[in-house]
Nanobody, 119 residues
Framework: QVHLVESGGGLVQAGDSLRLSCTAS????????MGWFRQSPGKGRDFVAD????????TYATSVKGRFTVSRDSRKSTCDLQMNSLKPEDTAIYYC????????????WGQGTQVTVAS
């Protein structure tokens, strides 16, 4: 099991930037991908972005492409989400998760960090 902790959320104005971090601990050696998801009140958890642990290949949801950048440091077992040009619709709780060699489905969800974008 991998333990994930998100940090960096807060209250910002539309157009501002925010950088979220996810730190992994525990059995991290088998990580394949680390991903970011978000959930708004009354809605499901939506995919935001992910990155492969070996080559750093990235994937983004259409809604954030060009504004968000995901990165990772495999040696530190961290994954960051740089969020620029934030919009009110980006307001959500942001979670990170992993896919590893034992379970390719997203799992070991962190506790989440709140991002609020005021208009």
């Amino acid at each position: 099991q991998v333990h994930l902790v998100e940090s960096g959320g807060g209250l910002v104005q539309a157009g501002d930037s925010l950088r979220l971090s996810c730190t992994a601990s525990g059995h991290t050696i088998g990580i394949i991908d680390m991903g970011w998801f978000r959930q708004s009140p009354g809605k499901g958890r939506d995919f935001v972005a992910d990155i492969s642990w070996d080559r750093g290949t990235t994937t983004y949801a259409t809604s954030v492409k060009g504004r968000f950048t995901v990165s990772r440091d495999s040696r530190k077992s961290t994954c960051d989400l740089q969020m620029n040009s934030l919009k009110p619709e980006d307001t959500a709780i942001y979670y990170c998760a992993i896919r590893d060699r034992s379970n390719y489905q997203w799992h070991d969800w962190g506790q989440g960090t709140q991002v609020t974008v005021a208009s």
